[in-house]
C-alpha cells in the first residue's frame, strides 16, 4: 500500500488556478465548458489516488458541472440574475493571495536564515507567559487585514520603480510611536490599506517579534472581532 501524491497541487483549487494560467483563462469571466473539460482531463488520468485525496476533487467536479448546467439554463431579462461563477471566482482569488503570501513569506523566511543573531545568555525573559493570550499566527493577520480592506473604497496604487526598503525596526518603531499617546490601538490603525506587498509582511513580522518580546499585547474580545494592541510589560 502506498500514498500517490498530486504532483504540486495541494488541492482542487490548486489545481483549478494552474489550468487557468495554463490555458490563459480570465479568471474574472471563467469559460466553465473549457476550464471543466480541461478538469475532468486531469482527474480522469489520475489513477491510485488516497480516497480522501480523490473524493476531494470529485467534489469540486460536482461543483464544476452544476456552475456549467446552471449557466445552461435560459436567462429570464426582466430578472437580475446572480452569476453562478461568482462563489468559485471568489474562491479562487482567495485562494490566490493566500498562495502568493504564503510564497512571500517563506522567502523572507529563507533570507532572514542567511543571518545569525547571538542569543542571549538567560532566555527565561523570552519564555511565554503562563497565563493563556491570544495566539495568533501570520495567517491570521493577514486574514484580518484583507477583511478590514474589504470595507475601505480600493485605492488605484501608485507606480514607483523604488526599491522598497522597509525594515522591521522602521515596523517596530510605528507601533511604538502609536502606542506612545495611546494605551490602546486598533490593529486596523496600523495600516492605509494601500501598503506595498514588502510594507505589509514586513509590519506583520514586527509585531510578531514584538509579541515575542512581550513589548505589546494582542487581544479580541470576541472571535472575529477587531484585534486590540496594547504595551507589554516589557514595552519601551
Known amino acids: 500500500m502506498y500514498e500517490v501524491k498530486l504532483d504540486i497541487f495541494q488541492g482542487p483549487l490548486d489545481l483549478l488556478l494552474h489550468l487557468i494560467k495554463k490555458y490563459e483563462i480570465d479568471i474574472y469571466d471563467i469559460s466553465m465548458k473549457h476550464l471543466t473539460e480541461q478538469y475532468f482531463n486531469y482527474i480522469n488520468s489520475m489513477t491510485e489516488l488516497d480516497i480522501n485525496v480523490q473524493s476531494e476533487y470529485l467534489v469540486m467536479a ?15 431579462t426582466e430578472d437580475v440574475q446572480d452569476d453562478p461563477r461568482d462563489e468559485l471566482v471568489s474562491q479562487l482569488i482567495e485562494y490566490q493571495n493566500y498562495k502568493y503570501y504564503a510564497e512571500l513569506l517563506e522567502e523572507k523566511r529563507q533570507d532572514r536564515d542567511q543571518f545569525f543573531i547571538k542569543a542571549p545568555a538567560d532566555l527565561s525573559q523570552y519564555e511565554r507567559p503562563v497565563k493563556e493570550e491570544l495566539e495568533l499566527s501570520i495567517i491570521d493577520l493577514m486574514a484580518a487585514y484583507q477583511k478590514a480592506k ?84 516589557k514595552a519601551c
Open 62 to 76: 460536482s461543483e464544476l458541472l452544476r456552475i456549467k448546467s446552471k449557466m445552461l439554463l435560459p436567462v429570464q
Open 150 to 233: 474589504s470595507r475601505k473604497k480600493l485605492q488605484v496604487p501608485e507606480v514607483t520603480l523604488a526599491r522598497e526598503t522597509y525594515t522591521i525596526q522602521q515596523g517596530t518603531d510605528l507601533i511604538r510611536t502609536k502606542l506612545a499617546t495611546s494605551s490602546l490601538i486598533c490593529f486596523t490603525d496600523l495600516f492605509t490599506f494601500n501598503e506595498s506587498k514588502h510594507r505589509l509582511v514586513t509590519l506583520f513580522m514586527a509585531m510578531l517579534e514584538m509579541m515575542k518580546h512581550q513589548e505589546i499585547v494582542v487581544s479580541q474580545t470576541m472571535q472575529f472581532g477587531e484585534i486590540e494592541i496594547k504595551r507589554g510589560k
